[in-house]
C-alpha cells in the first residue's frame, strides 16, 4: 500500500481543517489505518486509527476534537479537526499496517510499517 496525504495548512486557533489519506492498495487486503502527528523537537505520537470494519479509536489526549473516518470506495482516510490549538502544530502522518479482518488496531507507531510523506499543520495567530 502507498499513502498520500494532503489537507495540510496554517490555520488560525480554533479554526477547522481536514486531512485526507489517499491509500494505494494493489488486490485485496485488510489493513488498519491511522493518523500520527510529530511536533517539531518531539516524538512521534498516534491521533487515531481505524479498522478495515471501522472499528475506531483515538488516543487520549485526541478525544473531542478529532474525528476519524473512512471511504472504504474512494480508500481514503479523512482526520477532521476542530477547535484547533497551537500545540496541534505538526506534521500529520497517514500509516497503515496489514492486519486480519476484525482484528483490533493498535495505537503502536511501531506496529504500522507504512508511512506517507505527510502534511504539516500550523496553528498560529
Known amino acids: 500500500v502507498e499513502l498520500v496525504e494532503s489537507g495540510g495548512g496554517s490555520v488560525q486557533p480554533g479554526g477547522s481543517l481536514t486531512l485526507s489519506c489517499s491509500a494505494s492498495?494493489?488486490?485485496?487486503?485488510?489493513?488498519?489505518m491511522g493518523w500520527f502527528r510529530q511536533a517539531q523537537g518531539k516524538e512521534r505520537e498516534a491521533v487515531a486509527v481505524?479498522?478495515?470494519?471501522?472499528?475506531?479509536r483515538y488516543a487520549d489526549s485526541m478525544k473531542g476534537r478529532f474525528t476519524l473516518s473512512k471511504d472504504n470506495a474512494k480508500n481514503t482516510l479523512y482526520l477532521q479537526m476542530y477547535d484547533l490549538k497551537p500545540e496541534d502544530s505538526a506534521m500529520y502522518y497517514c500509516?497503515?499496517?496489514?492486519?486480519?479482518?476484525?482484528?483490533?488496531?493498535?495505537?503502536?507507531?511501531?506496529?504500522?510499517?507504512?508511512w506517507g510523506q505527510g502534511t504539516q499543520v500550523t496553528v498560529s495567530s
Open positions: 481505524i479498522s478495515n470494519e471501522g472499528g475506531q
Open positions: 500509516a497503515a499496517y496489514p492486519t486480519i479482518q476484525g482484528a483490533i488496531c493498535t495505537l503502536r507507531l511501531s506496529d504500522y510499517s507504512t
Open positions: 492498495v494493489s488486490g485485496y487486503s485488510i489493513h488498519c
